[in-house]
């Protein structure tokens, strides 16, 4: 069974960078679109960026608050995805989690995918 844990995620000032890491082990990364969403006290949860399984072409998918901030990447000899964060705000303050999903069809986004496999959530604060 797929197991994925997050790290990286902390304390930082606005305007300041963090990378977060996702790190799965049980079975190949590759064949999963990957997935951070967040969630942060009082709202819904939310998805931020997505990279496709290398069968549906390993493409980023980024929501439109983050888009030009974030970067996210795959690693699959290490079996980890990345999530770098530039140019943070405070709106970003959320606990981070990654999620897996093996899903092949069409979406509206691919945050509309069945994600079967989370992590525990690492969290994010922004503040000055």
């Known amino acids: 069974q797929l197991q994925l844990v997050e790290s990286g995620g902390g304390l930082v000032q606005p305007g300041g960078s963090l990378r977060l890491s996702c790190h799965a082990s049980?079975?190949?990364?590759?064949?999963?679109?990957i997935a951070w969403f967040r969630q942060a006290p009082g709202k819904e949860r939310e998805g931020v960026s997505c990279i496709s399984s290398v069968k549906r072409g390993g493409t980023a998918y980024y929501t439109d608050s983050v888009k030009g901030r974030f970067t996210i990447s795959r690693d699959n000899a290490k079996h980890t995805v990345q999530l770098q964060m530039n140019s943070l705000k405070p709106e970003d303050t959320a606990v981070y989690y990654c999620a897996a999903s093996v899903g092949d069809y069409d979406v509206p986004t691919p945050f509309n995918y069945d994600y079967d496999y989370w992590g525990q959530g690492t969290q994010v604060t922004v503040f000055s």
């Open positions: 049980g079975f190949p990364l590759h064949v999963y679109n």
